[in-house]
C-alpha cells in the first residue's frame, strides 16, 4: 500500500494486469453480482437528469425497472447504486447479440449525453472505498474477469493503465501523474 493525498492505494493496480475482453466474457460483470453499481450522491442527480435521454437506449425491462425502483436505489447495506432486473442485470444493461454493454455508455458514444457511466463502472476492476479522511483504491479480482486477466497478461498493460481515463476522471490528472510517478519507482 501506498499514499498520493487522500488514497491509499493497493500496489496490486501497478502490479496486476487487466484488459477487458468482452469476445469472451461477453460483459457478464453487468448482469452478475449481488447489487447494482455503486453511486456518489452527485451520481443519483446525473441519472435523474439524463434518464429521459437514456431512456430511448434501454430494454423495455430496464425500463420498467427504472420506472417501479427509480434511476437509483439504496442497496440492502445502505449504498447508492443502479437498479436491478429481478436482481440480477443492471437495469441499464443492453444487448448486442449475447453481449452485454451499457445503455449509458451507447447514449454518450453517439452524442446523446456527455456522461459516459457511472465513475464504479468505468473504473472497474478498481473499486474505491470513502471513507472519512481517505479513499481506498484497490484491485478487485473476479473471476468472471479471469481472461482479461489473460489478456493484460498478453499485451502487457497493468490495471493503472487500462483504466487511465477513469482514474483521471475519478481523481484527478495531477493525482494520475504522481500514481506513474510511484509506478516507475517501483520498477527500478
Known amino acids: 500500500m501506498f499514499q498520493i493525498g487522500k488514497t491509499i492505494i493497493s500496489e496490486d493496480i501497478l502490479e496486476k494486469e487487466f484488459v477487458c475482453n468482452l469476445s469472451a466474457c461477453k460483459g457478464v460483470c453487468c448482469v452478475d453480482g449481488d447489487a447494482g453499481a455503486p453511486l456518489s450522491e452527485a451520481e443519483t442527480k446525473i441519472l435523474e437528469e439524463i434518464y429521459p435521454k437514456v431512456k430511448p437506449f434501454l430494454r423495455k425491462e430496464g425500463i420498467a425497472a427504472i420506472e417501479a425502483q427509480g434511476t437509483w436505489t439504496k442497496g440492502t447495506d445502505g449504498d447508492l447504486e443502479t ?22 455508455e451507447q447514449a454518450y458514444n453517439q452524442g446523446v449525453v456527455d456522461w459516459k457511466k457511472p465513475v464504479s463502472c468505468h473504473l472497474y476492476p478498481i473499486r474505491v472505498k470513502d471513507f472519512t479522511e481517505f479513499a481506498a483504491v484497490n484491485y478487485d479480482k473476479w473471476e468472471i ?19 487511465k481515463e477513469a482514474l483521471i476522471r475519478r481523481f484527478g490528472e495531477d493525482w494520475y501523474l504522481e500514481l506513474e510517478k510511484v509506478a516507475q519507482d517501483i520498477k527500478k
Open 145 to 163: 474477469c479471469d481472461d482479461a486477466c489473460t489478456l493484460g497478461k498478453e499485451l502487457e498493460v497493468p490495471v493503472y493503465k487500462f483504466v
Open 83 to 104: 437498479p436491478l432486473i429481478d436482481n440480477k442485470d443492471c437495469a441499464y444493461v443492453i444487448y448486442d447479440g449475447k453481449t452485454s454493454l451499457c445503455g449509458i
